[in-house]
């Protein structure tokens, strides 16, 4: 196949990019490498693989770009990933996940594999019922161990302007014969976090530089984190069922045996944090139900959360990464 990865300089586009790059596919990468660590990825990359090309370009110059190339399919990972960044500059975050997504899904001959988020779900996730336990909390009554799929309501007034641009984009994606994927929390190898987004990698490279880690609100928010590994085996699915899934959305996470929350997290870590306030938005309980990619796709998590965390963990430190400005 041809593929290109937009965002591929990110940590789940490298994952991918490397995966598809072993399985013989040609790969084009087009990001424009703002991220921080996205070029220490970038030359991991072009070190193993030199046959990758890469296109260092803003999403602006995306329509143009298209009929330059001739493509099978299209991983669009390319984004503006923070709640916070959004409420700062509501225009930009607009003009990259809505009108960027747009402008991808509309010219490309393609079909297109979108990367969501649950913030599609807006505060109608609040308004569920939950429960209070030592640790963390927890969904009650019928999402209780179950999750949200994907009939969950989008109709709400409160979704962040993140949440809206990514709603945007992802109803155009599906329009054009594409398909979207509403991500909880991803993580793995490659994945270079900060306090507004990665936010489990963030705490172990935290914790490896011996700082203190700031949890805001009660740190009893629970999320079902999702590794790479397992989010690289959908997109290649998708790929490979293309045809029998365009139009569709998946509801992805790893569901609630993988959920942790950030108290059992930091005691996992050993580490001691300090509180700040709730954040604009901040979910108490978000995890997905993914039987439908389970039915459709025969996909389902295969990397626990005590597995994943080690793993994360042992890159860092295998590449000093701790010790690096990044």
Request: a positive charge; charged letters at 25%.
């Amino acid at each position: 196949m041809k593929i290109l990865i937009t965002g591929g300089a990110g940590f789940l586009g490298t994952n991918l990019a490397e995966h598809m790059l072993k399985k013989g596919h040609k790969v084009m990468i087009y990001d424009n490498l703002s991220r921080p660590g996205s070029e220490i990825n970038l030359n991991m990359l072009k070190t193993k693989y030199p046959e990758l090309e890469i296109f260092r370009r803003e999403l602006d110059d995306i329509t143009e770009f298209l009929t330059t190339v001739d493509l099978d399919i299209i991983y669009h990972l390319a984004a503006q990933v923070a709640v916070t960044t959004s409420y700062e500059s509501p225009s930009s975050d607009f003009r990259i996940n809505a009108q960027g997504t747009f402008n991808l899904a509309r010219h490309s001959k393609a079909p297109v594999i979108f990367a969501s988020t649950n913030k599609v779900y807006g505060d109608n996730v609040n308004n569920i019922p939950i429960e209070e336990h030592k640790t963390r909390y927890d969904f009650s009554g019928e999402y209780e161990k179950k999750g949200i799929d994907e009939k969950f309501s989008i109709d709400s007034k409160k979704h962040t302007p993140y949440g809206v641009s990514k709603l945007v984009g992802e109803l155009y994606v599906r329009e054009f014969g594409g398909v979207a994927n509403r991500f909880s929390c991803m993580y793995g190898e490659n994945q270079f976090g900060n306090i507004d987004q990665g936010w489990l990698s963030h705490f172990i490279f935290t914790k490896l530089r011996n700082k203190q880690i700031t949890i805001f609100g009660d740190g009893k928010q629970i999320r079902d984190i999702l590794h790479a590994h397992d989010v690289v085996r959908l997109l290649e699915l998708q790929a490979k069922n293309i045809k029998k899934i365009q139009g569709e959305v998946f509801s992805i996470g790893g569901g609630h045996e993988n959920t942790i929350s950030l108290l059992e997290l930091t005691e996992t870590l050993g580490m001691k944090p300090k509180f700040g306030n709730w954040r604009p938005a901040d979910q108490k309980v978000y995890y997905a139900d993914t039987q439908k990619a389970k039915k459709l796709l025969g996909w389902k998590p295969e990397i626990t959360k005590e597995q994943g965390i080690e793993r994360l963990e042992n890159w860092i430190k295998d590449n000093n990464l701790h010790k690096r400005r990044i």
